[in-house]
């Protein structure tokens, strides 16, 4: 067990877990006892300060290492995750009408999204474990992310997507040299065969829901999100919602850095749902744990999750914040894209551009007031669904080699 961790807490009953490599859910609770890191924070405040981190040379997910459940000497996968850029956009933060926004562009991690912190921790997982091959169903970027941080770990990957999932995606899988099985159906269906499949064959389990120690390399980017604001803590921080562990990731992040003694306080989370697929949207209104299967029906694919697998630790990480949830719709997703685009010079797939919808429905009703400081995070690159980034993009210029051609039709173009 690494040195920080104390056991694992079943968010269901309580009952503490042995937190072996392997573990999944509760003994107890089963599939629905969704397991939490504890972690002795004594520790953690000796071990992981101000100083310490300023002084810390790697510039990755890994300078936080008291407070993830790896051992140190376990072999990482070669590529480097985390540390992203966090900018502050003051163009994007005039079109929304408000004065602090921050990016934290999490689609410049090396498969192009946030998932990469996850599954680096999971490959990490399962070589404690002494696993040779890892698996998981995904919309996408779990997947992606999977493949390609477990071939550079000499791990095998067998992959479950919907048949939806977005061509950028698929070529990162098969690229990565993932066995890539594309399951007729929706993200449900590939998450049932998944789970079949690797109780069969004994794989390492990556399901995001499921594993406990998911969400710990999640929270890694809430705890950039601190340090480059030089432990000056927002006031939002907003970010999609599919499953429900990158918000749950998120909320555990900054209040892990909290009762660490980094900060003083932790933010407010804005969780956001598209309007076409959102039980947990739902399920947050009417203040409730449950929530009901829903047919996914947006553009943004990889948040197309309609049967949450952690909705426990996402709603309470939102409500715990004193934060809320909103839906965005497809349009206002394929806006944000656009602004967020021509604003900041950042990508987001549909997925990530929710968050940024999200942000601009807040401000605009007022949740957010204009003083007040928010973080965006952009949790996967655009490019990787170039379909849906051309719907938002419209068309270039068409035209003939010719100049004057060229100075008619460039006619007010350039002001736009
Ligand atoms: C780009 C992007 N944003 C947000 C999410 C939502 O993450 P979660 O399913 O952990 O809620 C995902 C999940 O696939 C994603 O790929
Ligand atoms: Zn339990």
Redesign the pocket.
């Known amino acids: 067990m690494p040195r920080h961790v104390v056991a694992l807490q079943c968010t269901v009953c309580g009952r503490a877990a042995e937190p072996t490599p392997a573990a999944l859910t509760c003994p107890s609770c089963g599939e629905s006892g969704i397991l939490d890191v504890v972690y002795d924070y004594d520790r953690v405040r000796r071990d992981l300060t101000r100083a310490s981190l300023a002084a810390c040379p790697d510039y990755s997910m890994w300078r936080y290492l008291p407070l993830l459940p790896c051992e140190p000497s376990t072999p990482r996968p070669n590529l480097r995750v985390g540390w992203t850029p966090l900018y502050r956009a003051d163009g994007y933060a005039r079109a929304l009408g408000l004065r602090n926004v921050y990016v934290k562009d999490d689609g410049q991690n090396p498969t192009g999204?946030?998932?990469d912190r996850a599954s680096a921790v999971g490959v990490v997982k399962a070589r404690e474990a002494g696993a040779a091959t890892v698996a998981c169903s995904?919309?996408?970027?779990?997947g992606s992310s999977l493949a390609g941080n477990a071939t550079a770990a000499g791990l095998r990957s067998v992959i479950f997507v919907p048949e939806r999932a977005p061509q950028g995606k698929l070529a990162q899988l098969l690229l990565f040299g993932a066995t890539v099985v594309m399951v007729k159906g929706d993200y449900e269906a590939a998450f049932r065969l998944s789970a079949e499949a690797i109780a069969k064959w004994d794989w390492y389990n990556r399901n995001?829901g499921l594993n406990p120690y998911l969400v710990e390399g999640?929270k890694t980017v809430a705890l950039e999100i601190a340090e480059q604001l030089g432990w000056a803590v927002p006031d939002w921080v907003a970010?999609?919602?599919?499953?429900?562990?990158?918000?749950a990731g998120v909320g555990k992040g900054f209040a892990d850095v909290h009762i660490a003694g980094l900060t003083d306080r932790v933010p407010r989370i804005l969780g956001v749902q598209a309007a076409g697929c959102a039980p947990l949207y739902r399920a947050f209104q009417a203040s409730v744990e449950r929530f009901t299967y829903e047919p996914g029906n947006t553009l943004a694919d990889?948040?197309a999750?309609n049967v949450?697998r952690?909705p426990l630790k996402?709603l309470r990480a939102v409500r715990a914040s004193g934060g809320d949830m909103v839906t965005v719709t497809d349009d206002e997703i394929l806006a944000a894209m656009r602004t967020l685009g021509k604003t900041t010079g950042v990508l987001a797939?549909p997925?990530?551009a929710a968050a940024f919808a999200g942000l601009a429905k807040a401000a605009a009703t007022g949740l957010i007031r204009p003083e007040e400081v928010a973080v965006g995070i952009v949790?996967?690159n655009g490019l990787k669904d170039v379909r849906s980034s051309l719907v938002a993009a419209g068309e270039p210029i068409h035209i003939e080699p010719d100049l004057s051609e060229l100075e008619r039709a460039l006619d007010g173009a350039l002001e736009r």
């Open positions: 999204s946030l998932k995904s919309t996408g970027n779990a995001a999640k970010v999609s919602v599919g499953d429900g562990c990158t918000v990889s948040i999750v949450p952690n996402a797939e997925a990530a949790t996967g």
